[in-house]
């Protein structure tokens, strides 16, 4: 498996895990007073999680997690404060706000906004595939979704969109960061400082009380909501790692068939089915677009790597092959003097023998 396939392969796994946490943090949120003080909860048990693994099990064999944090803590924060903590506060509030289904569509536009900043900042491919999967994608959203209207922002559906964008800054801003800091380190930075942010907005706020007076049952929901977080959060900067920012977005968008399936078989409710086989097709597509674009042809008049290695392989057999055989005319001088070489070895061996003289 190429780095580029497992790239995709987490991308599934992380939306898996993503469609079943949606699924069970509806439920769970249900059992807090404020949305803030559960986010902040789980976030805890993933950024607890995830930083006891990274220093149990090392940061990079090329440098320590003590030597990355005290070179690159400003990029460090700047995921946490991006990624791992502001875009909570405004995307629970938001979802309080306005209807659900106007919320679903609004954060599942992440995809386009990544895809706009990824191919100028990133420099990434943006083809045809792309641009169909999307379109895909975000019609099953819609389908999904049922009967959207016109989507009025207000105070909430702004909250949602400015939460959004912020997520899509930090994907960028991520994949950026990945060239030289493991991924496991940066999202153990991304939720441990996160939650101390989180709990000092509780702080600002006179909520912090709330989290201390968590009751054991509360305390479950938030153990094993961040126990998903924790996986989440892992396997999707390892995909991030691996692959583009675009295709891994594009196939997150792949857990809302997850969250649909879990909600018609447990919940009872209806499955869209059009929308499932949208966004089943649009994320497939771009698995494909991704895994198989050697294939694809995309540059005009681009060799794909498999025959150019086929083709180096034939130019390197000729190389050999032509270096085997010798010119004429030189061929007998040189097989000669290899075969004389031995002898007169041989000879000087024997003239230098104890109890032989020199002729």
């Not at 690159?72 to 938001?94: C, D, K, M, N, Y």
């Not at 706000?97 to 990824?118: G, H, M, P």
């Not at 034939?314 to 007998?332: K, N, Q």
Request: proline content about 4%; hydrophobic content about 50%.
């Amino acid at each position: 498996m190429t780095r580029r396939s497992a790239g995709i392969a987490l991308a599934f796994v992380t939306a898996c895990i993503s469609g079943v946490s949606i699924w069970l943090n509806g439920r769970a949120v249900t059992h807090f007073s404020d949305a803030t003080v559960y986010t902040t909860a789980k976030n805890a048990v993933a950024g607890g999680l995830l930083l006891v693994l990274v220093l149990a099990f090392g940061s990079s064999g090329r440098a320590s997690l003590p030597a990355i944090a005290r070179r690159r803590w400003p990029a460090l924060l700047t995921v946490a404060v991006i990624g791992g903590s502001i875009p909570f506060v405004p995307f629970f509030e938001g979802l309080k706000r306005s209807e659900a289904t106007q919320a679903a569509f609004i954060q599942k536009t992440l995809v386009i906004w990544v895809a706009l900043l990824a191919v100028p900042l990133l420099r990434e491919r943006f083809r045809w595939p792309h641009a169909l999967a999307i379109a895909l994608l975000m019609g099953g959203q819609i389908w999904l979704a049922g009967h959207l209207g016109t989507v009025a922002f207000g105070q909430g559906e702004t909250m949602l969109l400015v939460a959004t964008l912020l997520w899509a800054v930090e994907v960028d801003f991520v994949k950026h960061l990945l060239g030289s800091i493991p991924p496991r380190v940066v999202g153990a930075a991304r939720m441990a400082l996160g939650t101390v942010l989180l709990v000092c907005w509780l702080a600002l706020t006179g909520k912090l009380g709330d989290l201390a007076g968590l009751s054991a049952l509360q305390w479950r929901w938030a153990l094993l909501s961040g126990l998903l977080l924790t996986g989440y959060v892992a396997a999707w900067f390892a995909a991030l790692a691996r692959a583009q920012a675009v295709d891994v977005t594009a196939v997150l968008v792949f857990g809302a068939v997850v969250t649909a399936i879990l909600s018609g078989v447990v919940d009872g409710a209806a499955i869209g089915i059009g929308g499932t086989i949208l966004v089943a097709l649009g994320s497939g597509l771009v698995a494909w677009a991704a895994v198989g674009r050697p294939r694809l042809g995309f540059a005009p008049g681009a060799i794909s790597p498999a025959r150019s290695s086929s083709r180096g392989t034939r130019t390197r057999r000729t190389r050999s092959a032509s270096a085997g055989r010798t010119l004429p005319g030189r061929s007998s001088s040189t097989a000669t003097r290899g075969r004389a070489m031995p002898g007169w070895r041989s000879s000087r061996a024997r003239s230098r023998a104890p109890g032989r003289t020199s002729p």
